[in-house]
């Protein structure tokens, strides 16, 4: 990355590749392509190890969920707009998703993977409940396609961007807009979240990319705090496995582990 010298190619699919991302542990690639397949690839190889015929005419959108179990497709094929559900390992197909009345165009989890995200080009965004897969609900505002979406780093943000020249924030909890949609002077084509949260980042046809410091936005609407899903486990072996945002951790005994959570500092000890 250094040099910005190509690594590696990997070849196989026969039309335009559309989508791309890493799993959990970057040994594994998934990509979406217009051939109407999704390839999981060993990264070291460069081989295909899963082809996935999706029954698609364009995988607009691929990824992982974040243990990398899962791998959700979303594209077109005449009139078909459903979000395909996928085991990441041997591609049998685990569920569908029906709802959206156009082709779907973008797709999100949420780090703790129990919600999936997906938005279309019918201008709705929906949430999905991934134990039942059932629809949790539907955000409306956009006037046109959602072309991307992205989850804040706390877990508690939706933004979203659309053609209709906006991009928007949203509650995740209860589906509801954040502010006044950010006006842009073209349709937005994509939306990403700084590390912090506090920044977003938009692209727009207008062949520039803008920043937004929204850090007051969320401050008003009280999510500017971390949403901690957190658990534990004592095995057998007195070790302690702890998950935190879906992200499991083993902790050995004899080992003391401080956390901050929410200002809230977690202190572990366990005996061996």
């Not at 250094?2 to 070849?11: C, F, M, Q, S």
């Not at 996928?86 to 569920?95: E, I, P, R, S, Y």
């Not at 509650?171 to 954040?178: A, K, T």
């Not at 008003?220 to 702890?242: G, I, K, W």
Request: charged share 15%; glycine share 8%; net charge neutral.
């Amino acid at each position: 990355m250094e040099t910005g010298k190509v690594l590696a190619r990997w070849t196989g699919h026969t039309e335009l590749v559309l989508s791309v991302c890493w799993n959990g542990e970057d040994d594994r690639a998934l990509s979406g392509s217009s051939d109407g397949t999704a390839r999981v690839w060993d990264v070291e190889t460069g081989i295909t190890i899963l082809k996935i015929n999706t029954g698609l005419l364009h995988v607009y959108t691929a990824t992982f969920s974040p243990d990398s179990t899962l791998i959700a497709t979303g594209g077109s094929s005449s009139g078909d707009n459903r979000i395909n559900i996928w085991d990441a390992n041997t591609g049998k197909l685990v569920a569908i998703l029906k709802g959206h009345t156009k082709a779907v165009y973008c797709l999100a989890w949420t780090a703790d993977g129990r919600t999936l995200i997906s938005g279309s080009l019918d201008s709705t965004i929906r949430t999905w409940n991934t134990s039942t897969w059932r629809r949790l609900a539907g955000l409306t505002g956009h006037t046109s396609s959602v072309s991307s979406i992205a989850i804040s780093p706390n877990g508690r943000i939706i933004a979203s961007a659309s053609w209709d020249k906006t991009a928007q924030l949203w509650n995740l909890e209860n589906g509801q807009p954040i502010g006044s949609p950010l006006q842009h002077s073209n349709a937005v084509t994509c939306v990403s979240f700084s590390t912090d949260g506090t920044l977003l980042a938009t692209g727009c046809n207008d062949k520039n990319a803008y920043t937004w410091d929204i850090s007051a936005i969320i401050k008003e609407a009280d999510l500017n705090e971390p949403l901690v899903s957190c658990s534990f486990h004592l095995s057998p072996s007195l070790s302690t496995e702890l998950t935190i945002l879906g992200r499991r951790k083993t902790i050995p005994p004899c080992t003391r582990y401080v956390y901050k959570v929410i200002e809230i500092t977690l202190i572990m000890c366990i005996l061996g």
